[in-house]
């Protein structure tokens, strides 16, 4: 279930240079950067191609597979008597190469581990845009 | 290009902690003013000012009127975070090298610990709206330093093995020093059990893998070697430096964890100075986790390249170890003044002033300086003597 990050999450809104990223998340898409000279993909904030440098970066669709790089859980701390649940955040390499910070939505299921298969979700908490989680594949 | 030896001749420290009711400008100016007395110098003998003005970013090239500086040749700020402090002393040496100043007062000064607050609260965000795709990881509940110091940290304990016990023993070792220390905030021993029994703050981060949170100010006074030989305290000789900021790609096969910029910038500054790890008797490392002392140690070479672990983990840190390191108890027993953490402790212990906690053999010191996560390194070599005496 992702309902829990979706409540604790903070919202983001889009400005003028992440409007395709955020419409590519309500679509259910993971926009990532291309460089159609270099061949090569950058993350979602890069301004020039991270390996050539080239300036001739466009927004394509990427697969959505991953896999987990490192993690940190932030435990949670009561608020009003009652316990909340740990945040765990990690960075996920996709396949196409560049890394995303993203919540795993569902630690309790399966266990982070370097290299552990992750797919990319998306959520929508209130007041924000459609913003990627991380999955991780449950335990065979 | 002419090249003259420099040395830092004053050191000027505030009260340190916490320490309510004074702005950060308050704060440097009586760290400027402690450091120009401290070496005999009077305000009317600097001509130069470099400001870090810490995360709060509330002190400014206006510190020149606050201090009634007339007639400065060099003023500027420096905002290399964590790295600042040692920055400062390179630039204050190569503007002296140049002709272009002669008594540059350097001064680091924050106050973001607020009365009746918690030390988190103190370098959290604001509730201002995230805005674009470079908040997502903030987005994700990555907002914290020690969340983002943890992930780099998770990766090289994946990478080599690195436990969380080989952690505890950094800040052990650092809180021993620390008792030895009158400035030092914490003075009470702890052991690998307190550290393990501490509260998990990022896992696999505990409370006693980081640093306080300080406000205060400490301003040091950067001089040529032949000014310094005639001031009042000994001077404390500026061997080496370097710079390594390795932007990390945020892509497959980034360092990021693995490898910090000590890697370049210690072997830089060991270059410069014309000696080799194996000739420092002395490390400051800037500590704001035990990991960073960690990976820093191994970056600079004290270790092999994985094996930071087993290195912090034998003792060598410690008081009688055979690596003596953040011989005040640094940052995470003593006080949090950025880079001037590590640097104030460097010159106490090259002027042979440390009492309790001096090291005997203290010809070499390595002061380091970290900013960012990880991405932004400057280190210091220096001796209290001349470097072709």
């Known amino acids: 279930?992702?309902?829990?990050?979706?409540?604790?999450?903070?919202?983001?809104?889009?400005?003028?240079?992440?409007?395709?990223?955020?419409?590519?998340?309500?679509?259910?898409?993971?926009?990532?950067?291309?460089?159609?000279?270099?061949?090569?993909?950058?993350?979602?904030?890069a301004r020039v191609c991270a390996t050539s440098r080239a300036a001739d970066l466009e927004w394509r669709v990427a697969s959505g597979e991953g896999e987990l790089v490192s993690w940190t859980v932030i435990p949670g701390r009561p608020r009003d008597g009652r316990?909340?649940?740990?945040?765990?955040?990690?960075?996920?390499?996709?396949?196409?190469?560049?890394?995303?910070?993203?919540?795993?939505?569902?630690?309790?299921?399966?266990?982070?581990?370097?290299?552990?298969?992750?797919?990319?979700?998306?959520?929508?908490?209130?007041?924000?845009?459609?913003?990627?989680?991380?999955?991780?594949?449950?335990?065979? | 290009m002419s090249s003259t030896p420099t040395a830092i001749a004053g050191l000027g420290m505030t009260e340190l902690g916490r320490v309510y009711g004074r702005t950060p400008a308050q704060f440097a100016l009586e760290a400027v003013t402690g450091a120009a007395a401290d070496a005999g110098l009077s305000l009317d003998d600097i001509d130069g000012l470099l400001v870090n003005p810490g995360v709060g970013n509330d002190t400014d090239l206006r510190l020149q009127s606050t201090l009634q500086l007339r007639g400065l040749r060099l003023l500027s700020t420096v905002q290399g975070f964590g790295?600042?402090?040692?920055?400062?002393?390179?630039?204050?040496?190569?503007?002296?090298?140049?002709?272009?100043?002669?008594?540059?007062?350097?001064?680091?000064?924050?106050?973001?610990?607020?009365?009746?607050?918690g030390s988190g609260a103190a370098y959290a965000g604001g509730d201002r709206a995230l805005k674009g795709v470079e908040s997502l990881p903030a987005a994700a509940g990555?907002?914290?330093?020690?969340?983002?110091?943890?992930?780099?940290?998770?990766?090289?304990?994946?990478?080599?093995?690195?436990?969380?016990e080989q952690l505890g023993a950094v800040a052990v070792a650092a809180r021993q020093w620390a008792t030895m220390n009158p400035l030092a905030q914490m003075r009470e021993p702890i052991t690998l059990a307190d550290h393990q029994n501490s509260r998990l703050i990022a896992d696999p981060l505990r409370l006693l893998d980081c640093c306080l949170v300080s406000n205060g100010a400490i301003a040091v006074i950067v001089t040529s070697a032949d000014r310094a030989a005639d001031l009042a305290q000994p001077p404390v000789h500026v061997w080496g430096w370097g710079q390594s900021h390795p932007g990390y790609p945020n892509h497959r096969d980034s360092d990021f964890g693995l490898v910090s910029g000590a890697a370049q910038s210690g072997p830089a500054a060991l270059r410069m100075a014309g000696v080799t790890v194996d000739d420092i008797d002395i490390r400051e490392i800037y500590d704001c986790f035990t990991y960073t002392t960690l990976i820093t140690l191994e970056d600079y070479g004290f270790c092999a390249k994985g094996e930071g672990g087993e290195f912090v983990a034998s003792g060598a840190l410690a008081p009688g170890g055979s690596h003596p390191t953040n011989t005040g108890g640094g940052e995470l027993s003593s006080y949090y003044m950025w880079g001037m953490t590590p640097l104030s402790e460097a010159v106490i212990q090259a002027r042979g002033q440390a009492g309790q906690r001096q090291v005997a053999k203290n010809d070499l010191v390595m002061v380091s300086g970290n900013g960012g996560v990880l991405d932004f390194h400057a280190t210091l070599v220096v001796s209290p003597h001349a470097r072709n005496a």
């Open chain 1, 83 to 140: 316990p909340t649940t740990d945040t765990v955040v990690g960075i996920v390499e996709t396949a196409e190469g560049p890394w995303l910070t993203l919540r795993i939505v569902n630690a309790d299921e399966a266990a982070p581990a370097v290299g552990a298969p992750v797919r990319v979700e998306f959520v929508r908490p209130e007041g924000g845009e459609s913003v990627p989680v991380a999955r991780l594949a449950a335990r065979s």
């Open chain 2, 83 to 117: 790295s600042s402090a040692i920055q400062m002393v390179q630039y204050a040496s190569m503007a002296i090298s140049a002709g272009m100043a002669e008594v540059v007062a350097c001064v680091y000064a924050d106050a973001p610990l607020k009365e009746g607050k």
């Open chain 1, 1 to 45: 279930m992702t309902m829990g990050a979706e409540m604790s999450m903070t919202p983001v809104v889009r400005d003028e240079y992440s409007a395709p990223f955020f419409d590519g998340a309500e679509r259910g898409e993971l926009m990532l950067r291309y460089s159609p000279s270099s061949g090569c993909w950058s993350a979602p904030e």
């Open chain 2, 142 to 164: 990555l907002k914290s330093a020690p969340a983002r110091y943890a992930i780099a940290a998770r990766r090289h304990m994946e990478a080599y093995g690195t436990t969380s």
